[in-house]
């Protein structure tokens, strides 16, 4: 049974960086053609996704927030981690994570507030 769990500090200020990791159990994350994103959900707005972490280490960006995210991972301990710099209370949000891109597992999510 594959399952996702985001860990990280609830609380962040701003012009700090948000760092992120979600712990991956029932699956590794480097199995053959695997990759596995984060996703945020911001009050009143839809889901955005921000990016991803092939199963070869490889990455990929929401164009929109690619000069401030950086997501790598720690295969031992088959868990990837999200870095968002810069943030401003525009960043908080419930963020997620997920595998794939039509995001067939998923996190229950991590609350994230940017607030000095």
């Known amino acids: 049974q594959v399952q996702l769990q985001e860990s990280g500090p609830g609380l962040v200020k701003p012009s700090q960086t948000l760092s992120l990791t979600c712990t991956v159990s029932g699956v590794s994350i480097t199995s053959n053609y695997y990759y596995w994103s984060w996703i945020r959900q911001s009050p009143g707005k839809g889901l955005e996704w921000m990016g991803a972490i092939a199963f070869s280490g490889s990455t990929s960006y929401s164009p929109s927030l690619k000069t401030r995210t950086s997501i790598s991972r720690d295969t031992p301990k088959n868990q990837f981690t999200l870095q968002l710099s810069s943030v401003t209370p525009e960043d908080t949000a419930v963020y997620y994570c997920?595998?794939?891109?039509?995001?067939?597992?998923w996190g229950q999510g991590t609350q994230v507030t940017v607030s000095s």
């Open positions: 997920a595998r794939g891109f039509d995001f067939n597992y």
